[in-house]
T-cell receptor, first 116, second 111 residues
Framework: DAGITQSPRHKVTETGTPVTLRCHQT?????MYWYRQDPGHGLRLIHY???????DKGEVSDGYSVSRSKTEDFLLTLESATSSQTSVYFC???????????????FGQGTRLTVV | QKEVEQNSGPLSVPEGAIASLNCTYS??????FFWYRQYSGKSPELIMF????GDKEDGRFTAQLNKASQYVSLLIRDSQPSDSATYLC???????????FGTGTRLQVFP
């Protein structure tokens, strides 16, 4: 199994509080992604990183920020959690291949976040 | 138009039949295509990837890519009840570092 660890695995938080989810990898892969998964929406990209301190927005980035100060860690922060951010969050890693192609993405175990 | 589209299903097939899952994508320059399987409550896991037009076979699975028509499909031969899961198509659009997923197709294989 690819070395990806998400923490925490489960969290319940109150509306308006800040929350930080952590993704840690031991594969030294360049790319890291944060997705959320909700019924009927599949996996939606929140933010991604293509290197240390290099990040960009995905499809559903409003209300989220990220940071990557080391290759192995990618943090997702909900500045002020809302009930609409209740979801399962997945981190994924991948590496670039040749000719503009990408290798497969490996996923962490997921974090179930509930905002009450 | 969504970047990656899949029929949500459920697709129900009898055990031993061929299951055919389809995916269309909007960015004509996309070069990397992936199929993932996700069991309920679990993380997605890679089944196959394909980069070039045509068919790619791996055991009971065949991925088919047609860049001119912008679709990628997954065939599962001799379907088993253990294949019952949600199948996610993922595409890396041209000149981006993103990996975009479809909403997934739920497959049910009944005995």
């Amino acid at each position: 199994d690819a070395g990806i660890t998400q923490s925490p695995r489960h969290k319940v938080t109150e509306t308006g509080t800040p929350v930080t989810l952590r993704c840690h990898q031991t594969e030294n892969h360049r790319y890291m992604y944060w997705y959320r998964q909700d019924p009927g929406h599949g996996l939606r990209l929140i933010h991604y990183s293509y290197g240390v301190k290099d990040t960009d927005k995905g499809e559903v980035s409003d209300g989220y920020s990220v940071s990557r100060s080391k290759t192995e860690d990618f943090l997702l922060t909900l500045e002020s959690a809302t009930s609409s951010q209740t979801s399962v969050y997945f981190c994924a890693i991948s590496e670039s291949g040749t000719g503009g192609r990408y290798t497969e993405a490996f996923f962490g175990q997921g974090t179930r976040l509930t905002v009450v | 138009q969504k970047e990656v589209e899949q029929n949500s299903g459920p697709l129900s097939v009898p055990e031993g039949a061929i299951a055919s899952l389809n995916c269309t994508y909007s960015d004509r320059g996309s070069q990397s295509f992936f199929w993932y399987r996700q069991y309920s409550g679990k993380s997605p896991e890679l089944i196959m990837f394909i980069y070039s037009n045509g068919d790619k076979e791996d055991g009971r699975f065949t991925a088919q890519l047609n860049k001119a028509s912008q679709y990628v499909s997954l065939l599962i031969r001799d379907s088993q009840p253990s294949d019952s899961a949600t199948y996610l198509c993922a595409v890396s659009p041209y000149n981006t570092d993103k990996l975009i997923f479809g909403t997934g197709t739920r497959l049910q294989v009944f005995p």
